[in-house]
């Protein structure tokens, strides 16, 4: 039997921004990356260098302008937009600096908005919100507003709406970017952990060294190019 496909495959993929009377500019530039299922990557680098834009393309939010991106073997470029939707809700969570909760529910019917957009969430979702909401520490905190949490609290709270649908890659674009040093460092840390305990592939964009340091290894944008580092 032949072994299944990497989780994430990228050849060559160029982000090429079209810019009004000036050279287009070029963010991304040949582009590859292989990522074996249940690994996880930080990617670093300035700002403006690309990440936002590469993790976009990655999470089908954006598209190349050229190249292949494969997810599970599935080449995206040929998929609707109706498809990619229905690929991203099924495959793929995000957590971005910003929490993006909804301000007027509670913890835990924020985490299960990524389910009503497919069903009624059934007893074993709600056990399970449950259950990562009590892992990641906020089993007292079920019942709050965001407006009611603090900042680490708000993002393990995304953390939790990311995973939810059991993703095969958790994208996190900048994550401790809000959070005061103390929270960065728990928020890094969990991160780590929740990528072994669910089995999830996980790439963090990130300025902080201590969170790239969680990860199994770390990359670099540079001149639009992603380049390994030591
Ligand atoms: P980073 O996340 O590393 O800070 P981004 O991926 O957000 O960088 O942006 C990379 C470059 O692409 C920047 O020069 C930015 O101005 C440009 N860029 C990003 N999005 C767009 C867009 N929609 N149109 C034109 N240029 C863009
Ligand atoms: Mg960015």
Same mark, same amino acid.
């Given at each position: 039997? *032949? *072994?299944?496909?990497?989780?994430?495959? !990228?050849?060559?993929?160029?982000?090429?921004? #079209?810019?009004? @009377?000036?050279?287009?500019?070029?963010?991304?530039?040949?582009?590859?990356?292989?990522?074996?299922?249940?690994?996880?990557?930080?990617?670093?680098?300035?700002?403006?260098?690309?990440?936002?834009?590469? %993790?976009?393309?990655?999470?089908?939010?954006?598209?190349?302008?050229?190249?292949?991106?494969?997810?599970?073997?599935?080449?995206?470029?040929?998929?609707?937009?109706?498809? !990619?939707?229905? /690929?991203?809700?099924?495959?793929?969570?995000?957590?971005?600096?910003?929490?993006?909760?909804?301000?007027?529910?509670?913890?835990?019917?924020?985490? !299960?908005?990524?389910?009503?957009?497919?069903?009624? #969430? @059934?007893?074993?979702?709600?056990?399970?919100?449950?259950?990562? %909401?009590?892992?990641?520490? %906020? *089993?007292?905190?079920?019942?709050? %507003?965001?407006?009611?949490?603090? @900042?680490?609290?708000?993002?393990?709270?995304?953390?939790?709406?990311? !995973?939810?649908?059991?993703?095969?890659?958790? /994208? +996190?674009?900048?994550?401790?970017?809000?959070?005061?040093?103390? *929270?960065?460092?728990?928020? +890094?840390? /969990?991160?780590?952990?929740?990528?072994?305990? &669910?089995?999830?592939?996980?790439?963090?964009?990130?300025? +902080?060294? &201590?969170?790239?340091?969680?990860?199994?290894?770390?990359?670099?944008?540079?001149?639009?190019?992603? /380049? #390994?580092?030591?």
């Amino acid at each position: 039997m *032949s *072994s299944p496909p990497p989780i994430l495959d !990228l050849k060559n993929v160029n982000k090429v921004y #079209p810019s009004a @009377g000036e050279a287009p500019v070029e963010v991304l530039r040949d582009i590859d990356l292989t990522l074996e299922a249940g690994s996880s990557t930080a990617i670093v680098g300035p700002s403006g260098s690309g990440k936002s834009t590469l %993790l976009q393309i990655i999470g089908t939010l954006d598209r190349a302008t050229s190249g292949t991106v494969r997810i599970a073997g599935q080449d995206v470029a040929g998929l609707s937009d109706d498809q !990619l939707a229905e /690929l991203r809700s099924r495959m793929i969570g995000f957590v971005f600096q910003m929490h993006h909760l909804l301000p007027h529910c509670t913890a835990l019917e924020n985490v !299960l908005v990524p389910v009503l957009a497919n069903s009624k #969430p @059934g007893k074993d979702t709600v056990e399970r919100a449950r259950k990562l %909401l009590d892992r990641v520490g %906020l *089993s007292h905190r079920l019942n709050h %507003l965001p407006g009611q949490m603090s @900042g680490g609290e708000r993002q393990r709270t995304a953390i939790v709406r990311a !995973l939810i649908n059991q993703p095969k890659l958790l /994208l +996190a674009d900048e994550p401790t970017g809000a959070l005061d040093r103390a *929270s960065a460092e728990a928020l +890094a840390v /969990l991160l780590a952990e929740l990528n072994r305990e &669910e089995k999830v592939t996980l790439i963090v964009v990130t300025h +902080a060294p &201590e969170l790239a340091a969680t990860m199994d290894r770390t990359l670099r944008i540079e001149d639009g190019r992603l /380049l #390994p580092t030591e």
